[in-house]
């Protein structure tokens, strides 16, 4: 267990490394007037000023000073004011929205994180239940049934399936609609008398004892998670169907069946806790996977996450936001995918002996 | 010690023991990759995926008999019928930048008129040209990151797992950073990031496929070589003092590579997603090029109107799974056969 730990966790420095190699390795197709919005505001006016930024920034440096530089910042020597640096969080200014890269993701990240929140029990709860009916009743009408479902799952692309649901629930019935708030929420919200409690619009809502906005926020919030949770159920489902199958073919299974037990509790309460542990292993990678691949289903809904920031930058080829956006998913992923494997190491057994 | 003649009657020797007919076929590819091949076509479902696959090659491969190209220069332009931002609904007269009569059109149509068949969406791009000729596009961009992703992921892959040790653990490693990011947020920055170098075309979202797409191919390979490396005419070849790089190209390789081909063969469905996801998220070709994301993306404009323009998502959208699905059908028939527990029950 100890060794299992230990090996995963110096993985870690290995992987921050590597990413931040990798993405330092696309900064350096921008030319150094683009990369100077990692340090600067506006865009240096003349060859003069030019030159000035390239020089204090070392913009021109090899390429291992210019990594340095952009890890710690460059401090200024008369002021001890310190700019960029990104493992002080500063990860440059965005131009296309007027404001540094940190503050917009500090303001989008909420939104994205309350999405994910809300995604993560009907995603996991209907792909297992999903799957271990297909199991119970192999090659049945149910498990055929969830095999096509599965298939056409998985072909719907994200942005398609979106675009249908926005056609059917919001332009035709109108449900459901895009976005994040009704204007009059967003200005109940944005009054003073609002507190930001969590900065996680549903909670806050609640605390706030506004049950109405918290009623509207679900509503912009309902085919988001649709979304995001019909294209996960079809490798969840695909997942704990097999090994559930295999589960209830173990000798523990007959026994239980034997001892005259109700196939009921055979199911649930032998087989299933069993057949789960691929499942939690796919959960736990699911939640992180969730976080990072919003960006196609917060673009479709127009909802205000960081998905939407970092394609709306990346449509505008603003860079440098694109980069911060990707330096902030990779470390959070670095650190949830360690969460999940360590974690896992305590519910299978098999791996920590392994 | 008398001669064992067989006399009588042989069937039951004939039934027992496998005495089928062996094609020069499955000779050729070996028992088990033959197994692999006729085990695809064995499903509907994988049957249902190859009609599909079959069908769309078939329309990439006649586009221009279908709908001749307005420019023939430049066929991938989808013509524009005006400028108006409304999209038109289907079936409506085509007015400007009206392309040649195809041969089937006046026996349907019963007019020698072109007609907007699915409509057109914003800016007056014709719908149904876009399909036609964006089933090229995604064959195209399908094909070449496929294959370059398939190259590249080999190679790494097998040098890796051939050379082992201190090799291996780094490459491995280096996969680990490629994985780190989800893949599609990683195609669109490098994507945006080589824009401006190479202008708006296919180019920038190739690279980023292909940059963000390799891992998988290294990682089964490298289990795959792992396994044919212990065999004994690996061992035969290393004795009688082969080289280490036509040890690995002629006798390593070429036995283990089967199912990451097919594997990669397959992968098509899902490259040609991605692709329309770069594009449907504003990065990739220039306006107005045949793509199927592209004509997608169109509709984002329209969200609030989409009941009454909803040909511009529903005859793109149905494409674009269809397509997928095709691929799917026939990939989910392999994962049944390449699983380990089945082998053996054919």
């Given at each position: 267990m100890v060794t299992y730990i230990t090996r995963r966790l110096l993985l870690v420095p290995v992987l921050l490394v590597g990413v931040t190699i990798l993405i330092f390795g696309m900064l350096q197709f921008l030319s150094p007037i683009e990369r100077s919005a990692l340090y600067i505001r506006d865009v240096p006016k003349n060859d003069r000023a030019v030159e000035g930024v390239i020089k204090q920034y070392g913009l021109d440096k090899p390429l291992y000073v210019q990594y340095w530089k952009w890890l710690v910042g460059v401090t200024?020597?008369?002021?001890g004011e310190r700019r960029g640096g990104i493992l002080f969080g500063d990860f440059g200014y965005s131009r296309v929205a007027s404001q540094p890269v940190a503050d917009l993701i500090k303001n989008r990240f909420p939104n994205t994180l309350d999405l994910t929140l809300w995604a993560v029990a009907p995603v996991i709860l209907v792909g297992i239940w999903l799957g271990v009916q297909a199991a119970v009743h192999q090659n049945g009408i149910i498990d055929q049934a969830a095999r096509i479902f599965s298939i056409v799952g998985t072909s719907f692309p994200t942005f398609v399936f979106g675009l249908l649901m926005l056609m059917i629930f919001?332009?035709?019935?109108?449900?459901f609609p895009p976005g994040r708030l009704s204007d009059w929420a967003n200005r109940v919200v944005l009054?003073?008398?609002?507190?930001?409690?969590?900065?996680?619009l549903t909670f806050d809502s609640l605390l706030n004892g506004r049950f109405d906005i918290f009623l509207d926020a679900l509503r912009h919030m309902f085919l988001p998670i649709l979304t995001l949770s019909y294209i996960s159920w079809a490798t969840f489902l695909r997942v704990t169907r097999s090994s559930m199958l295999e589960t209830l073919r173990m000798e523990y299974v007959t026994t239980a069946r034997a001892k005259g037990l109700p196939e009921k509790d055979v199911i649930y309460k032998h087989a299933q806790p069993n057949a789960m542990i691929p499942a939690v292993t796919l959960a736990g990678f699911s939640v992180v996977g969730l976080l990072g691949g919003v960006v196609i289903t917060e673009t479709v809904f127009t909802y205000p996450g960081i998905g939407q920031a970092a394609a709306q930058a990346a449509a505008q080829l603003d860079v440098v936001t694109v980069l911060g956006f990707a330096l902030f998913n990779g470390f959070i992923l670095i650190v949830s995918n360690l969460v999940v494997d360590v974690l896992y190491a305590f519910v299978d057994p098999r791996v920590r002996l392994s | 010690m008398a001669e064992l003649t067989p006399t009588g009657d042989n069937t039951l020797l004939r039934e027992t023991t496998a005495l089928r007919e062996i094609g020069w076929f499955e000779r050729f590819l070996g028992p088990e990759n033959y197994r692999i091949l006729t085990g695809l076509l064995k499903t509907p479902a994988s049957i249902l995926g190859f009609i599909l696959i079959g069908l769309f090659i078939i329309i990439s491969l006649g586009a221009p008999l279908i709908i001749p190209p307005t420019t023939p220069n430049d066929p991938y332009k989808i013509p524009r019928?005006?400028?108006?931002p409304n999209p038109k609904p289907m079936g409506s007269e085509w007015k400007r930048n009206v392309p040649p009569l195809p041969f089937w059109y006046k026996p349907i149509m019963k007019s020698d008129k072109w007609v907007h068949i699915l409509g057109t969406s914003?800016?007056?791009?014709?719908i149904f040209y876009g399909i036609i000729w964006g089933t090229r596009t995604a064959f195209r961009t399908g094909f070449i990151v496929v294959i370059t992703t398939f190259l590249i992921g080999t190679i790494i892959g097998a040098v890796s797992a051939y050379y082992g040790g201190a090799v291996d653990n780094v490459i491995m490693r280096i996969v680990d950073v490629f994985l780190t990011l989800p893949f599609i947020l990683a195609a669109l920055i490098l994507a945006a990031v080589i824009t401006p170098r190479f202008?708006?075309?296919l180019i920038p979202a190739i690279i980023a496929l292909v940059t963000f797409g390799w891992m998988g191919y290294s990682r089964i390979i490298r289990g795959d070589i792992l396994s044919i490396k212990e065999r004994d005419y690996v061992m035969a070849a290393r004795v009688i003092g082969v080289k280490d790089n036509r040890i690995l190209f002629r006798h390593i390789i070429p036995n283990a590579i089967f199912p990451t081909l097919v594997l990669a063969s397959l992968a098509i469905g899902d490259v040609v997603l991605s692709f329309a996801a770069l594009s449907f998220l504003g990065i990739g070709t220039e306006i107005g090029y045949a793509d199927w994301g592209q004509v997608l993306s169109f509709a984002r404009n329209w969200i609030t109107s989409l009941n009454q323009y909803w040909y511009i998502i529903v005859w793109p959208g149905i494409t674009l799974v269809l397509f997928v699905m095709g691929w799917n059908l026939v990939g989910d028939a392999l994962r049944d056969v390449l699983d380990p527990r089945m082998r053996g029950k054919s």
């Open positions: 200024n020597e008369k002021t919001y332009a035709n019935l109108h449900w009054a003073d008398t609002f507190h930001h409690y969590t900065q996680l | 019928d005006g400028f108006s914003t800016g007056q791009y014709d202008g708006k075309s």
